[in-house]
C-alpha cells in the first residue's frame, strides 16, 4: 500500500540541469517513517547502478562519479526525496528510480517493514 512516485525527468541539453523528486505516500494504512532513500539509475543497454543515498538524518553518499554534480536531498515532512542533477552528460542518459525503505502501520493497525521502488523517469541528455 506503499506507493513510490517520482517527478521531473524529461529532456535536456548537455551542460543543463534537471531536479527530480519522489514523493512516498500512502495508499491505505499510514508511513510510520522513511529511514533510507536513494537514486538508481539505469543507462540504454547497462545494469541498473547506486546513484546516491540519504539516510533519515541527512548522511548522504554519492556514486564516487557524480560527486560535486549530483545532489541527494530530502524533506522529511514531505516525504519527499530530490536529486539535482547538474552539467549534464549523454553518459546521465537513463531511467531514474527512486528507493525508499518505509516502516508503515496498515489498516489492520499491524507494522510493516518494506523496500519501495518507483516506476523510474526517463532523463535524456541531447547533444
Known amino acids: 500500500q506503499v506507493q513510490v512516485v517520482e517527478y521531473g525527468g524529461g529532456l535536456v541539453q548537455v551542460g543543463g540541469s534537471l531536479r527530480l523528486s519522489c514523493v512516498v505516500s500512502a495508499a491505505s494504512g499510514s508511513i510510520v517513517r522513511i529511514d533510507d532513500m536513494a537514486w538508481y539509475r539505469q543507462g540504454p543497454g547497462k545494469e541498473r547502478e547506486l546513484v546516491a543515498t540519504i539516510s533519515s538524518d541527512g548522511n548522504t553518499n554519492y556514486k564516487e562519479s557524480l560527486k560535486g554534480r549530483f545532489t541527494i536531498s530530502r524533506e522529511n515532512a514531505k516525504k519527499t526525496v530530490y536529486l539535482q542533477m547538474n552539467s549534464l552528460k549523454p553518459e546521465d542518459t537513463g531511467v531514474y528510480y527512486c528507493?525508499?525503505?518505509?516502516?508503515?502501520?496498515?489498516?489492520?493497525?499491524?507494522?510493516?517493514?518494506?523496500?519501495?521502488w518507483g516506476q523510474g523517469t526517463q532523463v535524456t541528455v541531447s547533444s
Open positions: 528507493y525508499a525503505d518505509v516502516v508503515s502501520r496498515l489498516i489492520t493497525s499491524n507494522y510493516e517493514v518494506g523496500k519501495y
